[in-house]
């Protein structure tokens, strides 16, 4: 397969979901067969290199990317879900957003001591849930071996506060 510029298949959408925000709309990477597979193959050979046992995805568009990596690479996937939605026992972890907190929960039972674990997700923007992600697989004695994006929004910093993980973004702002 050839090479693609996977920039000119993200659309860009001014003032939304505010005045001032420059949405990266990712559907029309995932409309395109050809554009949404190169991706996803691009990802999995980064990912397979930290030798993985799981790919955690938090919700929702991380499942779009971290499922099919999963997939390729012959792994389990484990959702990252928000309070509510997994019907097992959980364990959780709240964090601080910008205008109050938010909590993400997974299965108790999904992710064993000592277990290698790569988080894929849609964007890197400020950290925040890939931070959180992260706490919360190491609650379960697993270990973060990598932390793969579609996009990363390196204005907003966030790889700084994942200093110390293994981070990889296809496409950077």
Avoid: N, W
């Avoid at 064993?112 to 849609?122: C, E, K, L, T, W």
């Amino acid at each position: 397969m050839r090479a693609l510029d996977f920039d000119k298949y993200i659309r860009v959408i001014d003032d939304f979901p505010k005045p001032g925000i420059s949405f990266k709309d990712i559907t029309t990477l995932l409309k395109d067969g050809e554009a949404y597979r190169a991706a996803v193959d691009a990802i999995v050979e980064q990912v397979r290199e930290s030798q993985p046992d799981l790919i955690v995805g938090p919700e929702a568009r991380g499942f779009l990317l971290g499922a099919p990596v999963a997939y390729a690479l012959g792994i389990g996937f484990v959702p990252v879900r928000k309070p509510g939605k997994l019907p097992g026992k959980t364990v959780s972890e709240t964090y601080e957003l910008e205008y109050g907190s938010d909590t993400l929960e997974v299965h108790a039972d999904a992710i064993q001591p000592g277990q290698r674990i790569a988080i894929v997700d849609d964007l890197l923007a400020t950290g925040g849930t890939t931070s959180a992600t992260a706490r919360l697989i190491e609650k379960t004695g697993a270990q973060v071996v990598g932390m793969s994006f579609l996009i990363e929004l390196g204005f907003l910093e966030g790889r700084k506060r994942l200093e110390g993980y293994e981070v990889f973004s296809l496409i950077k702002y």
